[in-house]
């Protein structure tokens, strides 16, 4: 047998092999297109014909294939002995979808861990890898020899594989936030003709403002008391409304800053005003409890 298998050569399941060929593992390889399992192949890389082969070769296997769907869809056609087996998903997908493949796998006699890597396929194998785990202790550290492959920081949250979903989920939505930030201050520094490497270096020195702002934010939310005179919500009106002038002359259509402007002005409306603008959370909880009363 193999030390691992792994479902799907995509870019992930590629970095994942390579990792642990690196790190002086056995790996198994399978995936819908062979051409690009062939281009894995090696001494220490064992390709198969089928999904099934591939499974039945390591009592650890990792699927990484694109979505739940996907991962449901291969595990039909294969009818793969999963029993004894312990099975790491690694597909991007919401909460929602852990439960029923968790009970499949356990259903089959395997054990089930959640897996997200949060940082780009590159970084595996890396300082800079990054991965959350959901599951057993046990099973977890049964997993070393891939987490240590994979390097950088391994950690597990807890039991509930479902947990580390919604981490990964909550991770992303800060991401894209973050995307969404830098493309449209890109245009905007176009616009005004600020040099791009000039508008990159400017962002480090706000480093310290993110992590004060996150760490205050995050005290008021929790206590629901936003009261905060250093930087009350009648202070950020004025400057989101140039923002979102500036944004719309650049060419940005529906920019963020558009849309904190509406909701500044609407938490003014209820009668917020030296408030942190932490203050707009009662906005997305008191919708979020209307859809749950419909």
Not at 47 to 72: K, N
Request: charged share 20%; with cysteine; proline share 4%.
């Amino acid at each position: 047998m193999t030390d691992v298998t792994v479902i799907g050569a995509g870019v992930v399941g590629s970095a994942i092999v390579r990792a642990c060929v690196d790190s002086g593992l056995e790996v198994s390889v399978w995936n819908r297109t062979p051409e690009r399992s062939e281009r894995l192949a090696g001494r220490d890389v064992h390709l198969h014909a089928t999904a099934a082969e591939a499974i039945e070769a390591s009592p650890i296997v990792l699927l990484c294939l694109l979505d739940y769907e996907i991962t449901h869809a291969v595990l039909d056609e294969t009818a793969a002995d999963l029993s004894g087996r312990l099975v790491v998903q690694h597909a991007s997908g919401i909460p929602d979808d852990v439960a029923p493949l968790r009970k499949r796998v356990e259903a089959a006699g395997g054990r089930y861990l959640e897996a997200a890597i949060l940082n780009y396929p590159d970084a595996i194998g890396t300082e800079d890898c990054f991965t959350v785990y959901g599951g057993a202790a046990e099973d977890f550290k049964e997993l070393a020899g891939v987490t240590e492959a994979l390097s950088g920081k391994q950690v597990r949250l807890g039991p509930d594989p479902g947990y580390a979903k919604a981490y990964h989920v909550v991770s992303s939505a800060f991401y894209y936030a973050f995307v969404s930030g830098f493309l449209e201050c890109s245009a905007i520094a176009e616009s005004m003709r600020v040099p791009l490497n000039d508008f990159a270096e400017s962002v480090p020195l706000y480093d310290p403002g993110f992590q004060n702002t996150i760490g205050v934010g995050l005290g008021l939310i929790a206590r629901r008391d936003y009261t905060f005179e250093q930087a009350p919500l009648t202070s950020h009106l004025a400057v989101l409304n140039n923002l979102a002038g500036i944004a719309e002359r650049a060419g940005i259509d529906q920019s963020y800053l558009g849309v904190m402007r509406e909701r500044v002005l609407r938490a003014m409306e209820q009668g917020y005003r030296r408030e942190h603008v932490a203050v707009l959370t009662e906005q997305f909880r008191s919708r979020r409890a209307a859809v749950h009363d419909r």
